[in-house]
């Protein structure tokens, strides 16, 4: 559920119920190939001979796994990102929709701080139903639109699901969070302004346990990242980056050429381009889809 210099919290299941213990690595789970992450499933053995008499000695294959955030066994992630403060950079939303979609990982959206901005709110928002991709509008300030997202991710969670609010630092993701689940009680960067320590917002994974009257599921909330973090952009390769925008599923195929890259911008010969130009496509993300293309396309030629 969590992890801070090699202590890891697991939650274990035993005929007991549910706890939460303490505990090291067996050293092989510290190599790199199989360090362990966030939200992986292990299991921990009695052994008399460590520190705390028991130690996680084994990992179960994942599902899948990020690099960023650095969490693994995700069914959703939330994408986070402000109306305003922090603008919005959506080129890394959509490198995130990617990754997400590659690893089979349901992609959701949520504009935050529509207190600040509401009209560009929804207008982030609709490009991203546009893409057939569920989105919300959220202002924790006000706390418009937090009743449905509620219900959207107590929903998402059912069957013990586990998800991940990811996004830059500083859009709001552990405030969000509160809001939605104020028995969580974040840090957020407010609260360590009024406490006038350093900056105390989230700087790892932590998982929690999200009860709802039927089931329990699992919330990640993510350290922020940078955007230097996806400037370079070589998680898979050229071929695999059409299937993670899904728009363009409905449009594979009627191109004039059978391998257009999409990134040519002549109506008559791409299906795409065409699309683009009648709204059913929205810009921003053609422009995502062909700067991430360029990118892959120029480090397969120093492959
Ligand atoms: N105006 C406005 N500010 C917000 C909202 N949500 C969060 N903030 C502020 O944005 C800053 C960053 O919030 P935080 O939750 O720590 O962001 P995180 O880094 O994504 O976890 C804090 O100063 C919050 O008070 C919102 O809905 N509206
Ligand atoms: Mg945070
Ligand atoms: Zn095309």
């Not at 697991?10 to 005929?15: A, E, F």
């Not at 305003?84 to 992609?107: F, M, Q, R």
């Not at 937090?146 to 998800?163: C, E, F, H, N, Q």
């Not at 973090?229 to 409905?250: H, M, N, P, V, Y």
């Amino acid at each position: 559920m969590k992890g801070l210099g090699g202590l890891y919290e697991v939650r274990v299941i035993t005929d007991a119920g549910v706890e939460r213990i303490c505990c090291r690595a067996k050293g092989t789970l510290h190599r790199d190939e199989e360090k362990l992450l966030i939200g992986d499933n292990v299991t921990v053995s009695v052994d008399e001979s460590t520190p705390d008499g028991v130690v996680i000695s084994s990992l179960f294959e994942r599902k899948n796994a990020l690099i960023r955030p650095p969490v693994a066994n995700l069914d959703y992630i939330f994408i986070v990102f402000a109306s305003k403060k922090p603008a919005p950079v959506l080129e890394t939303v959509d490198k995130l929709i990617s990754i997400a979609e590659h690893n089979g990982i349901i992609p959701v959206v949520i504009v935050t701080k529509s207190d600040l901005d509401v009209g560009a709110a929804e207008r982030l928002a609709a490009v991203y139903r546009t893409a057939g991709i569920d989105s919300f509008v959220t202002s924790s300030e006000s706390s418009s639109g937090i009743s449905p997202l509620k219900d959207y991710v107590l929903k998402s969670l059912r069957g013990g699901r586990t998800a991940a609010f990811a996004g830059a630092s500083g859009v709001g993701k552990s405030t969000l969070m509160n809001a939605l689940f104020p028995g969580l009680a974040l840090a957020t960067s407010e609260i360590s302004k009024k406490i006038e320590r350093g900056r105390h917002t989230t700087r790892h994974v932590e998982i929690f346990d999200i009860e709802d009257s039927l089931d329990t599921g699992f919330l990640a909330d993510t350290p922020g990242f940078s955007l230097i973090d996806f400037s370079r952009f070589d998680f898979f390769g050229i071929k695999d980056i059409e299937s993670t925008f899904r728009e363009l599923l409905a449009y594979k195929g009627k191109c004039r050429y059978a391998d257009c890259s999409h990134v040519g911008e002549s109506e008559e010969e791409c299906a795409v381009a065409a699309a683009a130009a009648r709204g059913e496509i929205a810009p921003s993300r053609l422009e995502s889809y062909r700067s991430i293309y360029r990118v892959l396309k120029n480090k397969n030629m120093y492959d």
